[in-house]
C-alpha cells in the first residue's frame, strides 16, 4: 500500500500558509514554493542511503558516510511543477530533471498530456514527481502512467497540497506510489479546486491570472 505522509514541519507548515494567502504577490509566491520544495526534499531524502568512506582530516583518519550514489530524478508536471525543481535541486544538485506536460481541461477535468523528456535511464532512477497540488488526482496518475510506460520503477510523488479525493484516486491507481505532501486539505468544490488550497497554482507562479 502506498503511503501519504503529511510533513509536518513547522517551517514547511509556516511557509504554506503564506503560500496559500490571497495576498501574497507573484515574487513571494514564487520564492515560498522554492523555499518549501527544498525543506520537503530535505524531508524526504532522510532515507537515502549511506556508503561509509575513509576520510583523512587534520587530526587523523577515520570514516564517514557518504550517498551511495543512488541515482535521483525529478520529474515536474508542467507547469506549476516547474515551481518546486531548483528548490530540491539547491539539495541534490546531481540529479537529472525530466518534464510531463500535463494540464486539466477545464470542462472535463481530465489531464491532456502534451509533452514527455525524460532522462535515458530513467529506469534506473528513483523519481521524485512534482506538482504543486493534487486535487482530482488526474493529472498526477496520467504523469505516473507516462513515467511507467517509459520504464520508470521506482516513483515518489511530492505536492504541496493534496485533497482527500485526489489521495484516494492515486493510490487506488497507483498503489506502489508514496504520497509526500505538506497539507491534506478538506475536499474540492465544483470545479475541482482543492478547499481552501491555494488558488490556481500555475497562474499564481507565472502571474498569468
Ligand atoms: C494544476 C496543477 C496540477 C493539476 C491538479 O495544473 O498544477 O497539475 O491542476 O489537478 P488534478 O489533480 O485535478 O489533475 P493545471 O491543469 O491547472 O495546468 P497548469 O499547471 O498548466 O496551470
Ligand atoms: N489545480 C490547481 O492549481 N489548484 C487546485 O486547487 C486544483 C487544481
Known amino acids: 500500500m502506498p503511503k501519504i505522509h503529511v510533513l509536518d514541519h513547522p517551517l514547511i507548515q509556516h511557509k504554506v500558509t503564506y503560500i496559500r494567502d490571497i495576498n501574497t504577490g507573484t515574487k513571494e509566491?514564487?520564492?515560498?514554493?522554492?523555499?518549501?520544495?527544498?525543506?520537503?526534499?530535505?524531508?524526504?531524502?532522510?532515507?537515502?542511503?549511506?556508503?561509509?568512506?575513509?576520510?583523512?582530516t587534520p587530526i587523523g583518519k577515520g570514516m564517514s558516510g557518504?550517498?551511495?550514489g543512488k541515482k535521483l530524478g525529478i520529474v515536474p508536471i508542467l507547469r506549476a511543477g516547474l515551481g518546486m525543481v531548483e528548490g530540491i535541486l539547491n539539495l541534490i544538485p546531481a540529479a537529472k530533471v525530466g518534464h510531463v506536460g500535463l494540464y486539466r481541461d477545464p470542462e472535463t477535468l481530465q489531464p491532456v498530456e502534451y509533452y514527455v523528456k525524460l532522462p535515458s535511464d530513467v529506469s534506473e532512477r528513483e523519481l521524485i514527481l512534482v506538482d504543486p497540488?493534487?486535487?482530482?488526482?488526474?493529472?498526477?496518475?496520467?504523469?505516473?502512467?507516462a513515467l511507467k510506460k517509459r520504464g520508470a520503477k521506482n516513483i515518489r510523488f511530492m505536492c504541496l497540497i493534496?485533497?482527500?479525493?485526489?489521495?484516494?484516486?492515486?493510490?487506488?491507481?497507483?498503489?506502489?506510489?508514496?504520497?509526500?505532501?505538506?497539507?491534506?486539505?478538506?475536499?474540492?468544490?465544483?470545479?475541482?479546486?482543492?478547499?481552501?488550497?491555494?488558488g490556481d497554482a500555475g497562474d499564481r507562479l507565472f502571474g498569468t491570472k
Open 133 to 145: 497540488m493534487l486535487a482530482t488526482g488526474g493529472s498526477a496518475i496520467d504523469a505516473v502512467h
Open 66 to 68: 557518504v550517498l551511495a
Open 162 to 198: 493534496a485533497a482527500p479525493e485526489g489521495v484516494k484516486a492515486m493510490t487506488d491507481a497507483h498503489p506502489d506510489v508514496d504520497i509526500y505532501t505538506a497539507a491534506l486539505d478538506e475536499k474540492l468544490d465544483e470545479k475541482g479546486y482543492i478547499i481552501p488550497g491555494l
Open 29 to 56: 509566491f514564487r520564492e515560498l514554493v522554492d523555499e518549501v520544495a527544498t525543506l520537503m526534499a530535505y524531508e524526504i531524502t532522510r532515507n537515502l542511503p549511506l556508503t561509509q568512506k575513509e576520510i583523512e
